[in-house]
């Protein structure tokens, strides 16, 4: 196999995988993405193959319930605050030296890998939800700015404001769905954008699609805590091996 067709095979296992965990647990394609292209590329350039896949397959999400209109204002202004901190923390992804974005990218995996086992039960009072909304947006724009990857502390904040199930998917295909579009901004700011990155992010679709297709039969034979189980102990050692990758 030449390199195009070991990079082709690579992005189509990922992105299945990615697209698969997606189907069973409703979020993770950018953080599997990310994760794994992050360990044999550029994460600039991981973060710009994700960007079609996500946005598609985020939108989807965002407008699988009911209208957006409420939730919309409700949660504007940590939209605000996640454009304008992945605007910014974009030149972080393209200007720092990769080996340092791989540990920014390792750490932040194993962060949220390791809030999400714990689970810790946190609720937000709704008198601090106006001021803290912008932080957490704010401060999860940065993240994604810098890492590509869209979670923290955004899905921990969300599940914290106690939305019921429908809301709560809808508010995490928002919050990804924002964060998308921003960090496609940022890197085009960046001028990392590249023609042939852009093709292979539309050929990524596919196998994106293919595994969130597959994804959604799996959960409805498996029990999706037992899944999630995995999965976030699937990122921990992955978050680890790009940590140790970058130090050593």
Known sequence: MNDTQILLLTLSVTF???????????????TVAMGLLGSVMPPADA???????SLVTNIWQLFSASAIGPLWRRLRTMM???????V??????TRVDPRWSGLALGSALIGYGSYA?????????????????????????????????????????????????NALVQALGLSFTVSTLS???GLFSQRAFAGELLALSALALVPALA???????????????????????????LGLELVLKAVF
């Open 47 to 53: 973060a710009v193959m994700l960007i079609i896949p």
């Open 80 to 86: 605000l605050g996640i454009v304008l901190g992945t």
């Open 211 to 237: 595994g969130m297709a597959l994804g959604q039969r799996i959960r409805e034979r498996i029990s999706p805590r037992r899944f999630r189980q995995c999965f976030l102990l699937f990122l921990l050692l």
């Open 88 to 93: 910014s923390g974009a030149a972080l992804l």
């Open 117 to 165: 086992l714990l689970s810790p039960s946190v609720t937000v009072k709704s008198a601090v939800e106006p001021w803290l909304s912008p932080v957490i947006g704010l401060i999860t724009g940065v993240i994604t700015g810098a890492t590509g990857v869209f979670v923290i502390p955004a899905v921990p904040y969300l599940q914290a404001l106690k939305l019921d199930k």
């Open 183 to 185: 960090l496609a901004g």
């Open 16 to 30: 299945v995988l990615a697209g698969l965990v997606k189907g069973v647990t409703g979020m993770g394609l950018p």
